[in-house]
């Protein structure tokens, strides 16, 4: 299994990062590693489950809210059982203290963490708790998709009734809260600068 180690995978909306995480539990517990899937409680799709877009679920073992400490939690875990892997979907959504303990599992238990997420909003800004794991990880994978016009995504462009939307609160769940296309940065720009352009069109006609 080689050492420890803390790593990220991350990508647009619609890379594939939980199905790479269904597919990296199943491909573990094949090999008969012992592996639990963790969960913010923020996520709300899914319940106490993730959930890819196929509706495919996996029951995390524990759902996290902000006041919980991921160390505590698995250290009392270890007192009846073994673990080699702990797979955190939406990692992005949990505290600096979470991801510090996430650190300490690595370093002090010798159990290796991969968590899977984004780490940018709707409006292009990194989510804090994406810019905590950048700080803490030790490997980072990148899963890339082409955009429709050739480069790659990079950006989750929020919609509102099929229209892109760019103004609003950070932290809305896909597919329970509001929708979501990713597109790359060049075509995120030219729907931002046409909604500009719509709407200092609209208040040139108000007055």
Known sequence: MGKAHFKFV???????KTAK???DYYSKVGELYSVIVVKPK???????CIET?????????FVLDKKDNIYELVTTYLFDNTLDFILVD?????TEAQIIQLSKIVD????TVIGYGIITDFQGKMFPGAVNVMEWADDFEYLKVECSCGNYKNRNMRLLSGIPVFEGEQVAIDGVDSDYKSV????????????????????????
Not at 42 to 48: A, P, S, T
Not at 196 to 205: F, G, N, P, W
């Open 10 to 16: 991350f990508g647009a909306m619609g890379c594939g």
């Open 21 to 23: 995480l269904r597919g």
């Open 42 to 48: 923020i996520d709300k799709k899914g319940n106490n």
């Open 53 to 61: 877009r196929d509706g495919s679920k996996l029951e995390a073992k």
């Open 90 to 94: 939406e990692i992005e959504f949990l």
């Open 108 to 111: 002090k238990l010798r159990i």
């Open 184 to 207: 790359c940065r060049e075509c995120y720009e030219k729907e931002r600068n046409r909604a500009d352009k719509s709407c200092l069109e609209d208040s040139k006609v108000g007055k």
